[in-house]
């Protein structure tokens, strides 16, 4: 069965730090891959996701996440973040070939950004 | 105006209580999605639905249904709601002539309390 995971359920970083969440997928063919970021009070926003090719991916608000085939992961990054930046962050995979739309969510990281 | 709306944005409620929350959605999207999201816990998909005559049920059913009354509106409702119905409450569409690339849109979601 599909699942993601999420190995850190709180990270703090200090502002202008560079930043790395991990993530991990368990699929057997090629998955779709989804990063998305909750801010308080809103819903999710995409942020980046990962399809095929360039197993370097660039997202918005000067994110990027790298697939890992090899190490099953799907790790988010960002060179220096930013106060706004703090917020919870999902990891989500769904299968490549399914047609029925379904995500399945890692447990979600929680970001906080110190001054 | 949001293209993913959901009403109410926040509730509260008895134990025992019947509670329908809806969602609508201007993107003309064919599938719907509803999720809850406890913490640590991600998101996790309630039923989902391709078209107003195919709906189907996701990993937490049990004590949910759902009635897809257009393309735009997919209202969930809790018979007789119970404390651990307790959680935010995401509706998500995506369109699925892009593939199997799933990626979904979320409303800002809806804060359920049960007392």
């Known amino acids: 069965a599909q699942s993601v995971t999420q190995p850190d359920i709180h990270i703090t970083v200090s502002e202008g730090a560079s930043l790395e969440l991990r993530c991990n997928y368990s699929?057997?063919?090629?998955?779709?891959l989804f990063w998305y970021v909750q801010s308080p009070g809103q819903g999710l926003q995409l942020l980046l996701k990962?399809?095929?090719?360039?197993?370097l991916v660039q997202g918005i608000k000067g994110f990027e996440a790298e697939f890992k085939r090899s190490q099953s992961s799907f790790n988010l990054r960002k060179p220096s973040v930013h106060w706004s930046d703090a917020a919870e962050y999902f990891c989500?995979?769904?299968?490549?070939?399914?047609?029925?739309?379904?995500?399945?969510f890692g447990q979600g990281t929680t970001l906080q950004v110190k001054p | 105006d949001a293209d993913v709306t959901q009403t109410p944005r926040n509730r509260i409620t008895k134990t025992g209580k019947r509670i329908m929350l809806e969602c609508s959605q201007t993107?003309?999207?064919?599938?719907m999605y509803w999720y809850r999201q406890d913490p640590g816990l991600g998101l996790r998909l309630i039923y989902y639905?391709?078209?107003?005559?195919?709906?189907n049920k996701g990993e937490i059913s049990d004590g949910y249904s759902v009635s897809r009354q257009a393309q735009a509106k997919f209202s969930l409702s809790l018979e007789s709601a119970i404390p651990n119905q307790t959680a935010l409450y995401f509706c998500?569409?995506?369109?699925?002539?892009?593939?199997?690339?799933?990626?979904?849109?979320f409303g800002p979601g809806t804060r359920l309390t049960v007392l």
């Open positions: 998500a569409t995506s369109d699925p002539s892009g593939g199997a690339s799933n990626e979904q849109f």
């Open positions: 990962y399809f095929s090719g360039d197993t």
């Open positions: 989500a995979v769904a299968a490549y070939s399914s047609n029925t739309g379904k995500l399945i």
């Open positions: 699929y057997g063919a090629t998955p779709y």
């Open positions: 639905s391709f078209d107003v005559k195919d709906i």
């Open positions: 993107k003309g999207h064919d599938r």
